[in-house]
C-alpha cells in the first residue's frame, strides 16, 4: 500500500456538476481529491481487506444472534424496551439487509484494525460505487493507468443484484433522507438509480414529511401509503420520533431492517472484543463503566455508543492534552477502545472504509485528513489496484 500523485481528469468538476456530484467541494475545500491515489496490491485487498471484512461481517451476525435473545444486553445498548420484540422478529424472520461500512485503520502491514461499523446509514457510497469507478476507467483511457489497473469495487453491481433479490419487479419503494443535506440526498439518489436499474419504481420522500395514516399505516406527503421505505436515518433517531411507537405494529418493510440497530451502534465493540477475544482484525474494548485502572492508564478512545462523522471522540493517553472532537452525541454511554496509531502517508492520516452489500465483502473507499479523526468534511480519495 502506498500514496502516489496523479494529474487529474480534465474538466472532472463541471462533469461532477452535471452527474449531480456537487458536493465534490465543501466550504473551499477539496471533499473529492483526485490529485493522489492509493495502490493496493491484490494481496493485500484480499488477505487483508476483503477477507477480513467477510470475517467480520459474520461475526457480527453472530452477536446479533445472542444480543437479540438477552434483554440485559438489548437494554445495555441503549435500545428501548418497547422495540425489543421487534427487533428480535425482524432477525428471527430473517429480514435482509442491503448494506453497511467498516471502517478500518490499515497502512499495509499488519492486519487492519476495525474502528466502528457503520451498520445502519453510511455515506460516501456514491463516490465509492460510481464516480471513483469512472474515475479509474477515465484514468486508463488517458493512460495515466495502465491498462492491468483495477479496483476493488463491486459496489454499484452488487447494490442492483441485492435490490433485485429483495424485491419485485415494478415494486414501489421510497427512499428518504433529512433535508437540506445534500450528501445524504447524493447517497439516496444514487441508490433510487441502483433500484431503477433493478426494475423497481423508487420514489423520495423527506425524513420530515413522513407521517402515520389514522390505520397506523406509514405514507408521505402526497399521503401515498409508503409500503417499503430505505431510510438514510438513524433508529435511534426514529425512536424519538412521533411515528417511533407505530414502527412495531406497522406492515412498513424497512432498509436497513430492524435487527441493524443493534449494529449500527458503537457498543458492539466491547461485546466483538469479549466474544471473539484476541481476533486480529479487533482492538481491545469494554464499556466505559468496566473500564479498569490498568485499561485507563494505556492510551485509548472514548466513542459515544451513537455518533456520526467522527463526533464525540476522545483519544487520551497520546499527547499530553486530549484530543476531542465537537458533537451533540454521548447521552446514552459510551465505550473504550484501545488506541490504534492511525497510517500516516506524508501530512495525512488515512481511513479506509469496507463495503458490505448483501452480506458479501464489495469495495473499499479511503478518506483522509490532517486531523487524526475522520470527520464530515475529510477528503474522499480514489485508489487502484496495480501489481508491482
Known sequence: MRRITVPERPGWKEQAEKLGFGFHTMYGAPYWDESRAYVFSLEEIERDLEDPSQDLY?????????VVRDADLLGR?????????????????????LYGRFDFFYDGTGPAKLLEFNADTPTALYE??????????EQIASGVLPQEADQFNSVQDRLIERFAAMFAPGYHIHFASSKDQDEDRATVRYLEDCARQAGLTPHFVAVE?????????????????????FKLYPYEDMFREEYGPFLPGSPLRLLEP????????????PLLWEMFPGHPNLLPACFEEDATPEILKEPHVRKPFFSREGANITVRGVEDNELSTPGHYGEEGHILQA??????FGEDYAMIGSWIVGGIASGICIREDRHPVTQDLSRFVPHVILED
Open 77 to 97: 445498548i441503549a435500545i428501548p424496551l418497547q422495540y425489543h420484540d421487534w427487533i428480535r422478529s425482524s432477525w428471527e424472520n430473517s429480514e435482509p439487509s
Open 339 to 344: 488506541y490504534q496509531e492511525p497510517p500516516k
Open 128 to 137: 465509492t460505487g460510481f464516480f471513483q469507478w469512472m474515475w479509474l476507467e
Open 209 to 229: 414529511d413522513i407521517g402515520v395514516d389514522d390505520k397506523g399505516r406509514f405514507a408521505d406527503s402526497d399521503e401515498f401509503v409508503i409500503d417499503a421505505l
Open 258 to 269: 430492524p435487527w441493524k440497530a443493534i449494529l449500527s451502534n458503537k457498543a458492539i465493540l
Open 58 to 66: 459474520r461475526m457480527c451476525l453472530d452477536l446479533v444472534d445472542r
